[in-house]
């Protein structure tokens, strides 16, 4: 089975610096999904970026990046220029494929990350 | 697009008592909705997962007895909380893979509900 592990329940950054969150998982698959989600406090789920396994370069959407290392099976998000709207929780998530495997996402244990100005 | 509507946003109900909660696709057809619960501060475990007219597939663990979960249609699907007790008490999200729109990556999610029981 599946797994995702965070191995940083907290994290806190100073406005407009850059932040590194940290994800690992582990899975006998070689094509999957990799996902980022953040969780405000309004606790709506909105993905933040996601990351194909067969695809070697790094995703990117505007102020965040990945860092896809598929051989050490770690998968982290780094948010540069961090702004105080970036507070919220993280959660690393991962889906296999294709759909017949169900679909679902296996979600991490989530990062808090709070931003001070 | 691809919005999942999910209510009520909160509900208080009484120990022993029944609560559903709805989860609408609103521009698309959901042949298929997640049901996850989430405790404050931590992750989000999958509960079950329901297919538009079969029975829904449960997570091991979770009481099929008690949370009832029916996907009568492409536009619905529901949690009921039979027989609720405090330790019922969560965070319930429900959440539909994108796949229809041919972006088989993504997956929408409702807004949650916060459910109660005293």
């Known amino acids: 089975a599946q797994t995702v592990t965070q191995s940083q329940p907290e994290m806190s950054v100073q406005e407009a610096e850059t932040v590194t969150l940290s994800c690992t998982y582990d899975t006998s698959e070689s094509d999957y999904y990799l996902f980022w989600y953040k969780q405000p406090p309004s606790r709506q789920m909105i993905l933040v970026i996601r990351?194909?396994?067969?695809?070697?370069q790094n995703a990117t959407e505007n102020r965040f990046s990945v860092n896809f290392q598929k051989a050490a099976k770690s998968f982290s998000l780094k948010i540069s220029d961090s702004q105080l709207g970036d507070a919220a929780m993280y959660f690393c998530?991962?889906?296999?494929?294709?759909?017949?495997?169900?679909?679902?996402?296996?979600f991490g244990q989530g990062t808090e990350l709070s931003v001070k100005p | 697009g691809a919005v999942v509507s999910q209510h009520p946003s909160w509900v208080i109900c009484k120990s022993g008592t029944s609560v559903k909660i709805e989860c609408r696709s609103l521009d698309f057809q959901a042949t298929t909705m997640f049901w996850y619960r989430q405790f404050p501060k931590q992750s989000l475990m999958l509960m079950a997962t329901s297919n538009e007219g079969s029975k829904a597939t449960y997570e091991q663990g979770v009481e099929k007895d008690k949370f009832l979960i029916n996907h009568a249609s492409l536009t619905l699907s529901t949690l009921t909380v039979t027989s609720a007790h405090p330790e019922d008490s969560s965070f319930y999200i429900c959440?539909?893979?994108?796949?229809?729109?041919?972006?088989?990556?993504?997956?929408?999610f409702g807004s949650g509900t916060r459910l109660t029981v005293v």
């Open positions: 990351q194909e396994a067969y695809k070697q």
């Open positions: 998530a991962y889906r296999s494929t294709p759909w017949n495997q169900g679909g679902k996402l296996i």
């Open positions: 959440s539909a893979p994108k796949e229809r729109f041919g972006d088989q990556e993504g997956y929408t």
